[in-house]
């Protein structure tokens, strides 16, 4: 009982409020959908068809989120053991860059390296090897979801692992730990505790897949549920259909996420009197070549597309680009968006946190309070399996009535992009939340400390870094997003994405390639305001 | 949280206070597809010379594509602003008349009358057209030095030639490929999806993807338009992109434009109508829609124009019947292409 009655009230009516508003927003998009009289549904709902897509989803989506956090795990230990290794800060910033590109740039990046006429396959033509390799079809698709995903899963990983107290690393010297016990004692159990929300929030990026699947896959053999979702309401118009197919994706997927939630997640009980963390491991001269060269081979396979989009951008006239209103106009829009949605984002989450840990701290949470407990932990990473042109199809519907559409559209695509980011800024945030109270709630508590005392002298200053994280992954996020905007398509409310595909839709590809490299200019701009705090602390 | 509650009370309060629309002088308002009102797009030109005839206002609503047009107006049905929609292309029309909302323009129309010549013996009293364009298969010239010269050479030739077309569950021009296809091969487009699935290096979500690819050099051919080089040799002054004649014949895109029943002035709404198939519009459509003109522009089309596939014969299904078969017809390409 560390939180006195009110604070606990408090904490636990904010979770109630995020989850109703959340449930709500949700709620009554897809009953207007489903209220709209529509024609009868043409097709069945479980046909082979459905089948063999759903099987292709799952299949996809559980290699996909395997490699991705198998190679994310060796690049995020290298990473921590090398906190002086050359450009680190840079690296570490463009590993948050892949996630703030729209898709079909992203694509484009890695065709012109992996692709039939890209830079691998040219190399491999000067050493007269004939047929090039192809990676349409499933290695494709792993692929691109390996490119967006392992510097996700690597940076959340190397949170969690700069997150151990400075007092373990010194411990393991004095203790003489071998690589293989530190692994055990100190790096596993921390990476343990985070992997399976991880993995979980990566399986759900790749089952909702849809540009990248079929951009790479080769073909019709390789389509996802949200492809056929897109399908019934974009092309055929079949509501019924499409909120049919979007229970069955969020049931299914919900089921294996379900099954992550079961592996043990340990409880890290650390006490630290909160010294820079400096590591002595990891001296020897193959420790340093495995690193290096784990950290090279994951810093070229990131950076090498991300330079196909830059050398394309560059080609454009970027000044003139760059000057013109319409680009002006679209950064605006999308920079308010995305500070609108990040905001919002970071403020429910940290709702959801605190009526977690408020029922946590309960003595005798009854069933009521731990069934909250877990429904917020579900609602905060289902969200993101609800299809974006579900939610925001009901929502036209639900507010045609009130007027012009458009005018509601900077703040519904704003709640739009806010529910996809929720369930990323809970990763970074819970457990560094999680950690700053159990250091400190005790002293706080004993020492009578409470409320907006609490919050100024000993919250914020600490949290300040993992929120402005989680503000700028989320506000990445939200400027890459295309889906959520092509909905209400307005002329009033153009956006960069928007921007680049109405370019690349009027074959000025030289434009779209300009227009992206300053997105990606933005987006990167953002992760280093997001970094600067928790740099900061780093060195003192 | 303040914040949350901050907003949702802001929301809350644009709803209530929103005014119903205001009462203004005469506004035409056009729902059409965002490449159309883009501003190196035909819609500012379009809108500057009506204004100049009508003593009104025009005002563009632009979604994505005209697929995301038609269902704007199925989710608005009869609230719609729309007084004209502008960019359904043929294969919807049975849809559009299905949802109620359209009506007949009432202008003699036919070919000849009006000089408008359409392609393939189009005719309708309820959607007049603006413009048009074959597809075909566009190649890069450097790469390719045999172009295929039919649809059969295509389906039959060598695999390691690739070409990237756009996906008929999500696209117009992939839904194009599959008509054009069953209209050659009739009962026997299965097998030929099942051979020509050799040649298809992926198949793409929307045209945009696609035409991306083949612009990137990935993809040394691609489904797209006749007109397509024309862009490139006007704007770019580059002859490396060009279209594939095909002796079976080529099938036709038919870009419409239809008024609704709820037009404020249906007479302002039909004199758009009429605009629209003068050379007021249609002097402007063949180098910012990058389609070919209904009537007889009032200068000659630039040279480009001229170099560009002229296909002798053309593919046009009935509205209705694609309407019908549409996904039988997708349910068979989806079979044929996911054999292994």
Known sequence: ?540 | MRKLLLSLTVAAATIILTPAARAEDKVLTIYTYESFTADWGPGPKVKAAFEKTCACKVEFVAVADGVALLTRLKLEGETTKADIALGLDTNLISEAKATGLFEPHGLQASSGDGGISVPGNYADDTFLPYDYGHFAIVYDTKTIKNPPRSLKELVEGDPSQKIAIEDPRTSTPGLGLLLWMKSVYGDKAPEAWAKLKGRILTVTPGWSEAYGLFTKGEVPMVLSYTTSPAYHMVEENENRYQAAAFSEGHYVQIEVAGMLKGARDKDLARDFLKFMVSQGFQDVIPTTNWMMPVTKTSQPLPDAFGKLVMPEKTFLMGSDEVAKNRQAWIDEWLNAMSMN
């Open chain 1, 1 to 540: 009982m560390l939180l006195t009655a009110a604070e606990r009230r408090r904490g636990i009516s904010g979770g109630v409020l995020s989850l109703v508003a959340i449930a709500l927003f949700v709620g009554i998009a897809v009953s207007a959908l489903l209220l709209w009289d529509a024609p009868e549904t043409q097709g069945q709902l479980f046909t082979a068809y459905t089948g063999r897509i759903l099987q292709f989803t799952l299949w996809q989506a559980v290699l996909s989120t395997l490699f991705s956090v198998c190679l994310a795990l060796p690049v995020a230990l290298s990473l921590a053991r090398r906190p002086h290794f050359i450009g680190r800060i840079w690296i570490v910033r463009l590993m948050a860059l892949p996630m703030g590109l729209p898709v079909l740039i992203g694509a484009l990046g890695l065709i012109g390296i992996w692709g039939r006429q890209g830079a691998v396959n040219s190399f491999l033509s000067t050493l007269g090897l004939e047929q090039p390799i192809s990676i349409y079809g499933l290695t494709g698709i792993l692929l691109a979801h390996v490119f967006f995903n392992l510097p996700l899963a690597a940076r959340l990983f190397l949170v969690a692992l700069e997150r151990q107290p400075a007092e373990y690393w010194l411990l393991s010297t004095s203790l003489g730990m071998k690589p293989l016990s530190i692994f055990r004692f100190i790096e596993g159990p921390a990476l343990i505790r985070v992997v399976p929300g991880i993995a979980g929030l990566i399986f759900m990026l790749c089952a909702t897949s849809f540009t990248l699947v079929l951009i790479l896959g080769g073909g019709p053999a390789a389509t996802t549920l949200e492809v056929a979702i897109y399908q019934s309401l974009r092309f055929d118009f079949d509501p019924p259909r499409a909120i049919g197919l979007a229970v069955l994706q969020i049931a299914v997927t919900g089921l294996i996420l379900a099954a992550l939630a079961f592996l043990p997640a340990p409880d890290g009980t650390h006490v630290t009197a909160g010294r820079a963390t400096r590591r002595f491991d990891g001296r020897t001269w193959g420790a340093r070549l495995w690193d290096g060269s784990t950290i090279l081979a994951a810093t070229l396979f990131l950076i090498l597309p991300l330079a196909s989009i830059f050398l394309a951008g560059i080609k454009a006239d970027l000044w003139r680009l760059a000057s013109s209103p319409a680009f002006l106009n679209a950064a605006y829009t999308s920079l308010s968006i995305a500070l609108l949605s990040g905001l919002l984002a970071v403020s429910v989450a940290l709702a959801i946190i605190h009526a977690r840990i408020a029922i946590r701290d309960l003595r005798h949470p009854g069933i009521p309070a731990r069934g909250l407990a877990a429904m917020l932990g579900a609602t905060s990473s289902l969200v993101l399996l609800v299809p974006p042109v579900v939610i925001g199809t009901g929502l036209f519907l639900l507010l045609r009535p009130f007027g012009d559409v458009s005018r509601f559209a900077p703040a519904l695509v704003a709640a739009i992009n806010m529910l996809m980011a929720l369930p990323f800024v809970m990763r970074v945030l819970e457990p560094a939340i999680e950690d700053h109270r159990r250091q400190t709630a005790r002293l706080a508590a004993s020492l009578g400390v409470t409320g907006f005392s609490r919050l100024r002298r000993i919250d914020l200053p600490f949290l300040i870094g993992p929120i402005l994280t989680a503000l700028s992954f989320a506000m990445a996020l939200s400027l890459g997003d295309l889906g959520a905007v092509a909905l209400f398509g307005s002329s009033e409310l153009t956006t960069l994405p928007w921007l680049v595909y109405s370019r690349l839709s009027s074959y000025r590809t030289n434009d779209a390639d300009g227009l992206a490299l300053l997105l990606g200019m933005i987006c990167l701009a953002l992760t280093i305001l997001g970094s600067l705090s928790r740099r900061k602390g780093y060195d003192g």
